[in-house]
């Protein structure tokens, strides 16, 4: 699959944030969307996956435009989990995970065999299978990000958009989210788009990365060609090297002392 948008000129009422920018992203790999803060990365997402209107352009989803997809046929297709979610207090975590098989049920269906089995694998693959009889409000910050992953999951998406899944969590929560990322990537292939702003991660996951500097795109590509020292002078006013550690894959960033 192949999500591909043109000449996108998007905003909030006569505000514009992004203007005339082209921009695509597969399945099978991980592109990240970085940029400063405010440069209108969460708002390409969100027409990306028509959670926002753009104003001109046109977005297409293997070539058929996005505005012609039924609600339940694009979440087939596409799994959205934005910043800010919530759930009812009295939810279990399989009773939340379930509703991720919505898309593929009439209004008065029930869960059959079938779903019952995706749903155990999106929960047993989040690692929050343990935690499946337990409120979702009793889960800390860490295990409630896997679970409304493992319910965008059950959607069995070929595109899984998220927008800075790593929000609110500490280090050892981002990286255990990271490493989640890279596994549902490389182990069932799904493509992940998603805003990050540790550029640290972005590189070290990443397949592909696109760089957002005042609403227009300043770059994309790889992520060592695209994460440089003159990027991040630029693109953040930042004075930084990248380093090369003998034995480890991909390199670090070292910013200069203030």
Not at 176 to 193: A, F, K, S, Y
Not at 212 to 234: C, L, Q, S
């Amino acid at each position: 699959m192949e999500i591909r948008g043109e000449q996108l000129k998007i905003g909030y009422g006569d505000f514009t944030v992004i203007n005339n920018m082209d921009i695509t992203v597969q399945a099978g790999r991980i592109t990240s969307i970085i940029g400063p803060n405010g440069s209108g990365k969460s708002t390409v997402l969100k027409a990306l996956t028509r959670l926002l209107a753009y104003k001109s352009g046109a977005v297409y989803v293997d070539g058929r435009d996005l505005r012609d997809f039924s609600s339940k046929e694009l979440a087939r297709n596409i799994g959205v989990l934005p910043q800010i979610h919530s759930a009812p207090p009295d939810f279990q975590v399989r009773e939340l995970v379930g509703y991720g098989r919505m898309p593929y049920q009439k209004w008065y269906e029930r869960n059959d065999a079938e779903d019952d089995r995706i749903i155990d694998w999106a929960m047993r693959s989040t690692g929050v299978w343990e935690l499946r009889e337990k409120s979702i409000h009793e889960c800390s910050g860490g295990e409630s990000q896997r679970v409304w992953i493992a319910t965008v999951l059950t959607q069995q998406p070929e595109i899984l958009f998220l927008d800075e899944p790593t929000t609110y969590l500490d280090i050892a929560h981002q990286l255990e989210m990271m490493q989640l990322i890279r596994r549902l990537n490389r182990e069932n292939g799904i493509g992940v788009v998603m805003v990050l702003h540790d550029l640290s991660q972005a590189l070290e996951v990443s397949d592909w990365i696109v760089v957002i500097k005042d609403g227009e795109k300043y770059a994309e590509g790889a992520p060592e060609d695209v994460i440089t020292p003159k990027m991040m002078k630029e693109v953040y006013d930042v004075d930084c090297s990248i380093i090369r550690v003998p034995g480890r894959g991909k390199p670090l960033i070292a910013y200069h002392e203030i």
